[in-house]
């Protein structure tokens, strides 16, 4: 029996998210945090094994509610961002817009749920371009235009001023990825979830320490959650991730703590590529540093030889490699390795 | 800002699935195993809460693929079968046909990615009827036909030359939900895999004890898997659920003596039903019950207010009650109430 006669058109094409997993010394290539918290994994031994999670995570919302200030009406559940993009993609279609380069799940997904995908390059500073942006809107006239800022990979932020002109040209939904905002100095995009209408946010806990959980959060005027309630699974958030993540709310000073830690890593470190004379770090908001390199894919292999894992983003930004802060101790690994091959 | 306007229409008239939660004495409702396994929970002490979990699933798939006599090759994880079922629909598309009644999340996930969902009626044994089956797969051409063997509100397996026929008739795919099978007499569909080339089998954790974690496995022939995880999530099942859920296959034996005591218990419940005389019960080999009585929606609210959640099936089958099997005395609590009440 021919299978790939049976799959959809747009799905022929398509190849799924490549997640490698590699020994290494320093992994510096996820984003992830490079600090555990593992005490917060005892309230998972509260759950009841039989039972289905709470379907509607109250409680989780709850807490997630207090943080951001906002309603439990105002907030949808996920399991990841990832699940998020899915589901709001399924609710209002395509045309899904985003810049370029950034993240590559808003393509991957529009493609898997047969909607057209239009990437609109950023800027020489890797800021929204607003004017080709507000051309190609005219054009394509989006359903969905996502917006990660803190940007991955550029780790800049957007300006505010940028995306609130995007917003008021499009009549479709801007969502805001706020994925690596607690690194950013700016503040993010809440306070404005009252007065733009157009407006939805994503949140995650993947990147302050709790990638393994998968918990993602979708912020937005009820009317919005409602919608994308609709296509959600009903049990879409496990028991165990639920237990957890609300202890992560509980104990978010350690958590905050924890991510000052980072920012201030991540500085330190920008400041050392920056001296290099053959390296040319971008400036950074989130918790990695894209930086330019000759030879970039080369050097890839060569600090993965040294059990360093970065992650090669030359088929997005020429020469570039992206490297994640890790603890004190992996960075240094990492500088003191570039610095030996680069000379 | 006009929210409903930007919805796509087939999601405009989609209300999502109820999975209410109501505090009570005996929670029948949800088949749901009465018992809990909580030693297993350490083994998600073992997490590391910073990093993304296995994207593979890899060494959870070895214990399943042990388990199923199959190949890592042949089997793809869900984040419970729900998952897997919106990925099959989006990687095969529509029309999407099943029986009814039967589980709800066929026709709802159908309807959540837009494509035309058919049921076909069951005969008056709930068995499929290969006749009216045939004749829907003539007009409709299907690409999947999902069939919930134990059906799920029925109890019933369906015959399995009439699912061979099926899935001769049709040029699509036909996926033998087997959410209920742990609990059936009769062997099920594992072993034809290799002979039926358009044969996709979905498993769960959800039903012998697990539901918590939100584990679904899928089963086919490698391109079938290899086409579907074209669209799945990378990350789509955390680390917390693949840790416990790997306990679960370790213990599989425990596990066992719990679904035949589920069994034993089912059976002399049924004949217990059996021996009133306003009560009929339908046969079953899942870890529940369907049975007919009069005034059903009032019985299961009068039910209700003594503590025992049962399931209101009248809208799919008249006069019904669905009844998951508990502990023998949450069983009784049943038994003796609904005798002092149908009288």
């Not at 809107?137 to 550029?154: A, E, Q, V």
Request: proline fraction near 5%; glycine fraction near 4%.
């Amino acid at each position: 029996m021919n299978i790939e006669r049976l799959i959809r058109k747009n799905i022929r094409k398509l190849r799924p998210y490549e997640a490698r997993e590699l020994k290494c010394r320093a992994k510096l290539d996820a984003n992830e945090s490079p600090f555990e918290f593992p005490e917060l994994l005892s309230a998972s031994l509260d759950v009841k094994t039989n039972r289905y999670p709470d379907p509607q995570g109250t409680e989780l919302k709850k807490l997630a509610a207090r943080r951001w200030k906002l309603k439990t009406e105002n907030i949808l559940l996920g399991n990841g961002s990832d699940e998020l993009i899915y589901y709001l993609i399924l609710t209002f279609g395509g045309p899904v817009m985003y810049p370029t380069p950034t993240f590559s799940m808003y393509e991957i997904i529009a493609k898997a749920t047969g909607q057209k995908a239009v990437g609109v390059r950023l800027d020489r500073d890797f800021d929204l371009n607003t004017e080709r942006f507000i051309s190609a809107i005219k054009k394509h006239k989006p359903k969905l235009i996502f917006l990660s800022t803190p940007n991955n990979p550029t780790g800049n932020c957007f300006s505010s001023d940028r995306i609130f002109a995007i917003s008021k040209a499009t009549s479709g939904l801007v969502v805001v990825d706020e994925a690596y905002q607690p690194f950013a100095s700016k503040n993010g995009f809440v306070p404005f979830l009252e007065s733009m209408e157009n407006l939805v946010i994503m949140r995650t806990l993947s990147k302050i320490g709790f990638a393994s959980l998968r918990v993602g959060f979708l912020l937005s005027q009820s009317s919005v959650i409602e919608a994308v309630n609709r296509v959600r699974l009903p049990f879409n958030l496990n028991s165990l991730s639920q237990a957890v993540a609300k202890e992560v709310f509980k104990n978010y000073k350690v958590v905050m703590s924890r991510i000052k830690e980072i920012v201030k890593e991540r500085d330190r470190l920008y400041r050392e590529l920056k001296n290099l004379e053959s390296v040319t770090p971008y400036p950074s908001e989130a918790n990695f540093i894209l930086f330019k390199v000759r030879d970039a894919s080369r050097l890839h292999r060569s600090l993965l030889r040294r059990g360093i894992l970065l992650r090669d983003m030359t088929s997005q930004v020429k020469d570039s490699l992206r490297v994640t802060i890790g603890t004190k101790e992996e960075n240094d690994l990492f500088l003191n390795s570039l610095k030996s091959l680069v000379k």
